[in-house]
């Protein structure tokens, strides 16, 4: 891979990274709960991005760039097991329970979405 692509992925990265604060942070003040719904609404719509991306015909290095540079950062597994554990920790056993529920629940039919909206194009 040259130097382009990867410059592209520190770029990418980096505003994949920057989304995911505007929007986890938006949702979260608006709903202001301990349930971290800004978390789940960034890995979902995530999901769906991905799913489309995936859908779509690009070259090697577009999918890098778009799947893994963005949606990479822009997505969150760390956070989400983090705030689950957050939750438990504080005896708040359901709550994430439905973090891990939802979340899957939700994600495998958001990566659908995307992929059947991209074979629309």
Known sequence: MNVAVWAGVLVIGGFGAVAR???????????ARSFPFGTLAVNIS???????????TLSHEAALLAGTAFVGAYTTFSTWMLETQRLTEE??????LANLVVSVALGLPAVMLGQWIASLI
């Open 21 to 31: 604060f505007m929007v986890d942070k938006a949702v979260a003040r608006r709903t």
């Open 46 to 56: 995530g999901a769906v991005l991905l799913g489309f991306i995936t859908g779509l």
């Open 91 to 96: 005896r708040q056993l359901k709550p994430a």
